[in-house]
């Protein structure tokens, strides 16, 4: 069974950092894709934000909002893959979801991961 768990949220006061991680189970091959997408509060699952997307073979997309802010990286022995989150602003409060698309166009989410950024 394939399951995506995402860590590392929590409540960061504007100008910090989070690191969150998105680790895979359940897949060991077959790969396209990793992405983070949020959820802003009041907005809707159709209205998820896609925030960065990691390629199988390590091409990166960083969405405009917080491009110079936010890296991806993938740790594919470990089937991981991390968001850098630095100079968080109270706009990047949201969920965070971790996606991932197989080949086969098969897609998985997780659970989410809250990220609040307030004083």
């Known amino acids: 069974q394939v399951q995506l768990v995402e860590l590392g949220g929590g409540l960061v006061q504007p100008g910090g950092s989070l690191r969150l991680s998105c680790e895979v189970s359940?897949?060991?091959?077959?790969?396209?894709?990793w992405a983070w997408y949020r959820q802003a509060p009041g907005k809707q699952r159709q209205q998820r934000e896609l925030?960065?997307?990691?390629?199988?073979?390590?091409?990166?997309s960083i969405a405009d909002a917080v491009k110079g802010r936010f890296t991806v990286s993938g740790d594919y022995a470990n089937n991981t893959v991390s968001l850098q989150m630095n100079d968080l602003k109270p706009e990047d409060t949201a969920v965070y979801y971790c996606?991932?698309?197989?080949?086969?166009?098969?897609?998985?989410w997780g659970q989410g991961t809250q990220v609040t950024v307030s004083s």
């Open positions: 996606y991932l698309k197989k080949h086969n166009g098969y897609v998985y």
């Open positions: 925030v960065a997307v990691i390629m199988s073979g390590d091409t990166t």
């Open positions: 359940g897949i060991t091959s077959g790969i396209y894709a």
